[in-house]
């Protein structure tokens, strides 16, 4: 059954900084892995998504990697600003038929001015 | 594109009754519809799985009599907790699937069950 872990579990930043945030899976047979953004009370927000044979994807200050034979993903945000605070979740695709997501429990990321 | 919504985004309801929520893809059709539910500080934990016109797909542990889903069509699927108690109170979140890889989340519904 896949694992998904996320590390930290919170983390609180100044203003300014570069961070980055870590997912585990222990079933490296992945199709593909996403990093989502969730705000208090909200839906999900799909921030990058990964397919199983690239190594990264950049959109603006975000970076994801995916190492998928040690089965770890890291998300690298730059220059970190307070909006960004939020919560982190990390998702990998089984590559079934229906698509099944599993999750990580998440990363609350706080930034502060 | 690629919406999303949720109906109602809020509910509060007596312990007993039955609550209603639906999901909708506004702008695209689905086919394959999911329902998660999230507790405080922690992670989705995917619910079912259903495909139109078909029976939904529990995942083990969830009390399909319970949580009675219905996907009536490409756009709209339902999900009813019947006869509600407190304990259901949680954060419910559908997603619509275009293809096998990528999913498109709804806003989430707030249900409380006093």
């Known amino acids: 059954k896949q694992e998904v872990t996320q590390i930290p579990a919170a983390l609180s930043v100044p203003e300014g900084e570069n961070l980055v945030l870590n997912c585990s899976f222990t079933?490296?047979?992945?199709?593909?892995l996403q990093w989502f953004r969730q705000d208090p009370g909200k839906g999900l927000t799909s921030l990058l998504l990964?397919?199983?044979?690239?190594r990264e994807q950049t959109s603006g200050r975000l970076n994801a990697s995916l190492d998928k034979s040690s089965g770890r993903s890291t998300l690298y945000i730059a220059a970190s600003q307070p909006g960004d605070s939020a919560t982190y979740l990390c998702?990998?695709?089984?590559?079934?038929?229906?698509?099944?997501?599993?999750f990580g429990q998440g990363t609350i990321l706080t930034v502060h001015p | 594109g690629a919406v999303v919504s949720q109906h109602p985004s809020r509910v509060i309801c007596k312990s007993g009754t039955s609550v209603k929520i639906e999901c909708r893809s506004l702008?695209?059709?689905?086919?394959?519809m999911f329902w998660y539910r999230q507790f405080p500080k922690q992670s989705l934990m995917l619910m079912a799985t259903?495909?139109?016109?078909?029976?939904?797909?529990?995942e083990q542990g969830v009390e399909k009599d319970k949580f009675l889903i219905n996907h009536a069509s490409l756009t709209l699927s339902t999900l009813t907790v019947t006869s509600a108690h407190p304990e259901d109170s949680s954060f419910y979140i559908c997603?619509?699937?275009?293809?096998?890889?990528?999913?498109?989340f709804g806003p989430g519904t707030r249900l409380t069950v006093l």
């Open positions: 997603s619509a699937g275009v293809g096998s890889d990528t999913q498109y």
């Open positions: 079933d490296s047979a992945i199709y593909n």
């Open positions: 990964i397919q199983s044979s690239q």
């Open positions: 998702a990998v695709f089984d590559g079934t038929s229906y698509g099944k997501l599993t």
């Open positions: 702008d695209f059709q689905a086919t394959t």
């Open positions: 259903s495909n139109e016109g078909s029976k939904a797909t529990y």
